[in-house]
């Protein structure tokens, strides 16, 4: 599956984005997706996951500030991000979730956030 994340950039403490990754693959709507960040320094974890039938779950940092959604129709998941701190700057992936193992990682997207 190729993935491509897009929607970052560059937004002050307690602004909001929203992020957007298309994945290819018939079997979309059918996986659990989930966004992962990785900041500098720091291992890549995943802070948003949805599932095949639509439930989700969020890491402690983020939740309440972040909605994991999906468009099965066009094998797109989104995340849309509000309030956002500075330790929330980091590189942002989208992927299956639970992560295959062999996987590749597709081209992330930079959110940095400034004080």
């Known amino acids: 599956v190729q993935l491509q994340a897009s929607g970052g950039g560059l937004v002050p403490a307690g602004g909001s984005l929203r992020l957007s990754c298309v994945a290819s693959?018939?079997?979309?709507?059918?996986?659990?997706m989930a966004w992962y960040r990785r900041a500098a320094g720091k291992s890549r974890v995943s802070v948003a996951r949805?599932?095949?039938?639509?439930?989700?779950d969020y890491a402690d940092s983020v939740k309440g500030r972040f909605t994991i959604s999906r468009d099965n129709a066009k094998n797109t998941v989104y995340l849309n991000m509000n309030s956002l701190k500075v330790e929330d700057t980091a590189v942002y992936y989208c992927n299956k979730f639970p992560f295959p193992l062999g996987a590749r990682w597709g081209q992330g997207t930079l959110v940095t956030v400034s004080s």
């Open positions: 693959g018939s079997t979309f709507s059918s996986d659990g």
């Open positions: 949805i599932f095949s039938d639509g439930s989700t």
